[in-house]
Protein backbone atom coordinates (compact mmCIF):
# COMPACT_ATOMS: atom_id res chain seq x y z
CA UNK A 1 0.00 0.00 0.00
CA UNK A 2 3.07 2.23 0.95
CA UNK A 3 3.59 2.91 -3.13
CA UNK A 4 -0.10 3.23 -3.76
CA UNK A 5 -0.61 5.54 -1.16
CA UNK A 6 2.20 8.00 -2.05
CA UNK A 7 1.27 8.01 -5.53
CA UNK A 8 -1.83 9.37 -4.40
CA UNK A 9 -0.52 11.61 -1.96
CA UNK A 10 1.93 12.91 -4.81
CA UNK A 11 -1.22 13.46 -7.03
CA UNK A 12 -2.80 15.32 -4.51
CA UNK A 13 -0.20 17.68 -3.70
CA UNK A 14 0.26 18.17 -7.44
CA UNK A 15 -2.99 18.88 -8.47
CA UNK A 16 -4.82 20.42 -5.28
CA UNK A 17 -7.47 18.29 -5.66
CA UNK A 18 -9.04 16.68 -2.02
CA UNK A 19 -12.29 15.29 -3.41
CA UNK A 20 -12.08 11.65 -2.57
CA UNK A 21 -13.97 10.60 -5.91
CA UNK A 22 -11.82 12.73 -7.81
CA UNK A 23 -9.02 11.44 -6.02
CA UNK A 24 -10.23 7.85 -6.34
CA UNK A 25 -11.08 7.75 -9.87
CA UNK A 26 -7.71 9.40 -11.09
CA UNK A 27 -5.23 7.99 -8.41
CA UNK A 28 -6.69 4.68 -9.09
CA UNK A 29 -6.60 3.45 -5.67
CA UNK A 30 -9.57 2.74 -3.03
CA UNK A 31 -11.95 4.77 -1.23
CA UNK A 32 -9.84 3.85 1.82
CA UNK A 33 -6.54 4.79 0.19
CA UNK A 34 -8.14 8.13 -0.82
CA UNK A 35 -8.65 9.23 2.66
CA UNK A 36 -5.06 8.13 4.03
CA UNK A 37 -3.58 10.29 0.76
CA UNK A 38 -5.71 13.08 1.34
CA UNK A 39 -4.72 13.24 4.96
CA UNK A 40 -1.02 12.52 4.07
CA UNK A 41 -1.18 15.57 1.93
CA UNK A 42 -2.35 18.01 4.27
CA UNK A 43 0.25 17.00 6.65
CA UNK A 44 2.71 17.55 4.43
CA UNK A 45 1.05 20.93 3.25
CA UNK A 46 1.33 21.93 7.07
CA UNK A 47 4.88 21.02 7.53
CA UNK A 48 5.70 23.35 4.32
CA UNK A 49 3.83 26.17 5.50
CA UNK A 50 5.20 25.96 9.41
CA UNK A 51 8.88 25.70 7.54
CA UNK A 52 8.54 28.92 6.28
CA UNK A 53 7.29 30.58 9.18
CA UNK A 54 10.28 32.22 11.69
CA UNK A 55 10.20 32.34 14.56
CA UNK A 56 10.73 35.41 15.99
CA UNK A 57 11.26 36.41 19.92
CA UNK A 58 10.99 39.66 21.88
CA UNK A 59 13.82 41.80 21.09
CA UNK A 60 15.98 44.16 23.62
CA UNK A 61 16.19 47.20 22.07
CA UNK A 62 19.26 49.85 22.63
CA UNK A 63 17.91 53.38 22.14
CA UNK A 64 20.73 55.93 21.10
CA UNK A 65 19.61 59.35 22.43
CA UNK A 66 19.98 62.41 20.21
CA UNK A 67 23.44 63.05 19.01
CA UNK A 68 23.20 65.91 17.03
CA UNK A 69 26.55 64.89 15.39
CA UNK A 70 29.06 66.76 14.54
CA UNK A 71 28.55 67.79 17.98
CA UNK A 72 27.89 64.52 19.90
CA UNK A 73 29.77 64.04 23.06
CA UNK A 74 32.98 62.73 22.27
CA UNK A 75 32.57 59.52 24.89
CA UNK A 76 29.43 58.74 23.92
CA UNK A 77 29.70 56.12 21.67
CA UNK A 78 31.82 54.19 23.29
CA UNK A 79 29.22 54.39 26.13
CA UNK A 80 26.58 53.20 23.97
CA UNK A 81 28.65 49.99 22.77
CA UNK A 82 29.65 49.29 26.18
CA UNK A 83 25.77 49.79 27.45
CA UNK A 84 24.15 47.32 24.52
CA UNK A 85 26.88 45.34 25.31
CA UNK A 86 26.32 44.47 28.40
CA UNK A 87 22.75 44.31 28.30
CA UNK A 88 22.72 41.66 25.24
CA UNK A 89 21.25 44.34 22.68
CA UNK A 90 19.24 42.38 19.54
CA UNK A 91 18.05 45.76 17.80
CA UNK A 92 19.23 49.44 17.96
CA UNK A 93 16.73 52.24 17.71
CA UNK A 94 18.53 55.92 17.11
CA UNK A 95 15.39 58.34 18.74
CA UNK A 96 16.05 61.27 16.39
CA UNK A 97 18.22 64.31 15.86
CA UNK A 98 21.34 62.28 14.75
CA UNK A 99 22.71 65.14 12.88
CA UNK A 100 22.55 69.21 13.98
CA UNK A 101 22.76 70.73 10.64
CA UNK A 102 23.53 73.88 13.09
CA UNK A 103 24.54 76.06 9.99
CA UNK A 104 21.28 75.21 7.80
CA UNK A 105 18.86 76.43 10.67
CA UNK A 106 16.42 79.07 9.98
CA UNK A 107 18.02 80.16 13.20
CA UNK A 108 21.24 82.81 13.34
CA UNK A 109 24.14 80.85 13.02
CA UNK A 110 26.99 81.44 15.85
CA UNK A 111 29.77 83.99 14.59
CA UNK A 112 32.19 80.69 14.93
CA UNK A 113 30.23 78.71 13.16
CA UNK A 114 31.11 76.49 10.19
CA UNK A 115 29.79 77.23 6.86
CA UNK A 116 27.07 74.60 5.67
CA UNK A 117 29.64 72.87 3.40
CA UNK A 118 32.15 72.23 6.05
CA UNK A 119 29.61 71.14 8.62
CA UNK A 120 28.43 68.61 6.38
CA UNK A 121 31.69 67.46 5.44
CA UNK A 122 32.66 66.90 9.46
CA UNK A 123 29.05 65.04 10.33
CA UNK A 124 29.81 62.52 7.26
CA UNK A 125 33.30 61.85 8.57
CA UNK A 126 31.44 61.73 12.34
CA UNK A 127 28.68 59.45 11.20
CA UNK A 128 31.04 56.78 10.10
CA UNK A 129 31.97 55.04 13.39
CA UNK A 130 28.85 55.12 14.26
CA UNK A 131 27.69 53.13 11.09
CA UNK A 132 30.53 50.59 12.00
CA UNK A 133 29.37 50.17 15.17
CA UNK A 134 25.78 50.26 14.51
CA UNK A 135 25.14 49.11 10.71
CA UNK A 136 21.35 47.96 11.59
CA UNK A 137 19.78 50.82 12.82
CA UNK A 138 15.87 52.08 13.16
CA UNK A 139 16.63 56.03 12.70
CA UNK A 140 13.62 58.23 13.81
CA UNK A 141 13.62 60.99 12.21
CA UNK A 142 14.06 64.27 14.49
CA UNK A 143 13.25 68.37 13.91
CA UNK A 144 16.80 68.57 13.70
CA UNK A 145 17.43 65.70 10.73
CA UNK A 146 14.84 67.25 8.98
CA UNK A 147 16.16 71.18 8.67
CA UNK A 148 17.69 70.80 4.82
CA UNK A 149 14.32 69.48 3.83
CA UNK A 150 12.05 72.39 5.14
CA UNK A 151 14.42 75.26 4.49
CA UNK A 152 14.31 73.69 0.51
CA UNK A 153 10.59 73.82 1.10
CA UNK A 154 10.81 77.20 2.57
CA UNK A 155 11.71 78.35 -0.84
CA UNK A 156 9.91 76.33 -3.27
CA UNK A 157 11.96 73.81 -4.10
CA UNK A 158 9.97 69.99 -4.00
CA UNK A 159 11.66 67.31 -2.12
CA UNK A 160 12.58 65.33 -5.53
CA UNK A 161 14.88 67.83 -6.49
CA UNK A 162 17.41 67.59 -3.25
CA UNK A 163 18.99 64.41 -2.15
CA UNK A 164 17.32 62.44 0.62
CA UNK A 165 18.61 61.95 4.31
CA UNK A 166 20.29 58.98 3.05
CA UNK A 167 21.84 60.23 0.32
CA UNK A 168 23.27 63.53 2.17
CA UNK A 169 24.87 61.57 4.98
CA UNK A 170 25.93 58.44 3.10
CA UNK A 171 23.70 56.17 5.15
CA UNK A 172 23.42 52.47 3.89
CA UNK A 173 20.21 51.16 3.08
CA UNK A 174 20.68 48.86 6.52
CA UNK A 175 20.00 52.21 7.98
CA UNK A 176 15.99 52.43 8.41
CA UNK A 177 15.14 55.80 8.51
CA UNK A 178 10.95 56.81 9.34
CA UNK A 179 9.17 58.84 11.59
CA UNK A 180 8.00 56.29 14.14
CA UNK A 181 8.92 52.60 14.84
CA UNK A 182 7.05 50.17 16.82
CA UNK A 183 9.04 47.05 18.34
CA UNK A 184 7.24 44.55 20.53
CA UNK A 185 4.49 46.63 21.07
CA UNK A 186 6.53 50.00 21.79
CA UNK A 187 6.34 52.79 20.37
CA UNK A 188 9.34 55.12 19.11
CA UNK A 189 9.88 58.71 17.94
CA UNK A 190 11.54 61.65 18.57
CA UNK A 191 9.30 63.06 20.93
CA UNK A 192 7.94 66.23 19.20
CA UNK A 193 4.88 68.16 20.83
CA UNK A 194 5.84 65.91 23.98
CA UNK A 195 8.31 68.16 25.88
CA UNK A 196 9.23 68.61 29.57
CA UNK A 197 9.72 66.36 32.57
CA UNK A 198 6.83 64.26 31.93
CA UNK A 199 6.35 64.41 28.01
CA UNK A 200 7.14 60.56 27.77
CA UNK A 201 4.52 59.53 30.41
CA UNK A 202 2.08 62.13 29.46
CA UNK A 203 2.22 60.65 25.68
CA UNK A 204 2.41 56.74 26.49
CA UNK A 205 -0.65 57.64 28.67
CA UNK A 206 -2.91 59.19 25.52
CA UNK A 207 -1.34 56.42 23.19
CA UNK A 208 -2.38 53.89 25.44
CA UNK A 209 1.10 51.84 25.33
CA UNK A 210 4.88 52.07 25.81
CA UNK A 211 6.18 54.86 24.47
CA UNK A 212 9.99 55.79 24.29
CA UNK A 213 11.41 59.69 23.02
CA UNK A 214 14.29 62.03 22.98
CA UNK A 215 14.14 65.50 22.05
CA UNK A 216 13.86 66.68 25.73
CA UNK A 217 17.98 67.08 26.82
CA UNK A 218 17.53 67.92 30.36
CA UNK A 219 15.03 65.15 31.18
CA UNK A 220 15.33 61.49 31.11
CA UNK A 221 13.69 58.40 33.12
CA UNK A 222 11.13 55.95 33.15
CA UNK A 223 7.55 56.55 34.29
CA UNK A 224 5.15 53.42 34.31
CA UNK A 225 1.00 53.69 34.10
CA UNK A 226 -1.18 51.24 34.33
CA UNK A 227 -4.60 51.51 32.74
CA UNK A 228 -8.33 50.47 33.78
CA UNK A 229 -8.44 47.32 32.14
CA UNK A 230 -4.95 46.44 34.20
CA UNK A 231 -2.47 46.84 31.58
CA UNK A 232 1.27 48.25 32.18
CA UNK A 233 3.02 50.20 30.01
CA UNK A 234 5.78 53.06 30.51
CA UNK A 235 6.81 56.16 29.10
CA UNK A 236 10.83 56.81 28.88
CA UNK A 237 12.78 60.00 28.00
CA UNK A 238 16.46 58.82 27.20
CA UNK A 239 18.12 62.30 27.74
CA UNK A 240 20.65 62.80 24.84
CA UNK A 241 24.24 62.63 24.06
CA UNK A 242 25.80 65.67 23.06
CA UNK A 243 28.68 68.11 24.03
CA UNK A 244 26.87 70.55 25.98
CA UNK A 245 29.93 72.72 25.58
CA UNK A 246 29.68 72.89 21.39
CA UNK A 247 29.20 76.17 20.52
CA UNK A 248 25.38 75.01 18.43
CA UNK A 249 24.31 74.50 21.90
CA UNK A 250 25.10 77.93 23.05
CA UNK A 251 21.09 78.63 23.13
CA UNK A 252 20.76 76.83 26.15
CA UNK A 253 23.92 78.20 28.43
CA UNK A 254 20.78 80.66 30.21
CA UNK A 255 19.36 77.79 31.24
CA UNK A 256 19.33 76.10 34.89
CA UNK A 257 20.93 72.71 34.94
CA UNK A 258 23.09 70.34 33.20
CA UNK A 259 21.89 67.89 29.88
CA UNK A 260 20.99 64.30 31.02
CA UNK A 261 23.18 62.37 29.13
CA UNK A 262 22.70 58.25 28.81
CA UNK A 263 20.73 56.00 26.86
CA UNK A 264 17.55 53.16 26.96
CA UNK A 265 17.36 49.71 27.47
CA UNK A 266 13.78 48.13 26.23
CA UNK A 267 13.46 44.52 27.47
CA UNK A 268 11.24 42.36 25.06
CA UNK A 269 8.52 45.39 24.91
CA UNK A 270 7.88 44.69 28.72
CA UNK A 271 10.55 46.65 30.38
CA UNK A 272 12.19 50.25 30.38
CA UNK A 273 15.78 51.51 31.02
CA UNK A 274 17.28 54.15 30.88
CA UNK A 275 21.29 53.98 31.78
CA UNK A 276 23.01 57.41 32.82
CA UNK A 277 26.56 58.06 31.13
CA UNK A 278 27.19 59.56 34.40
Keep these: MGKILDKATKYILETKDKNPKSVMANAGVSVATAYAAIKEAETALKDARNSLVVETKPAIVGVIADTHIPFEHPDYLEFCKRTFDRFGVDKVVHIGDLVDNHAASRFQSELKAMNVEEELELTVKALKPW ?33 TFEELYELPSTIKCDMTFEIDGVHYDHGLGSGGMYGAKNTSQKMGQSFVQGHTHMHAGVYYNSDAKGRTYFGMNVGCGIDQSAYAFNYAAGMRGELTLGCGIVVEGKEGYFIPMK
Excluded: T, W, Y
Design 131 to 163: IEAFPEMNLCLGNHDRIPGRQAKSVGIPQSFIK
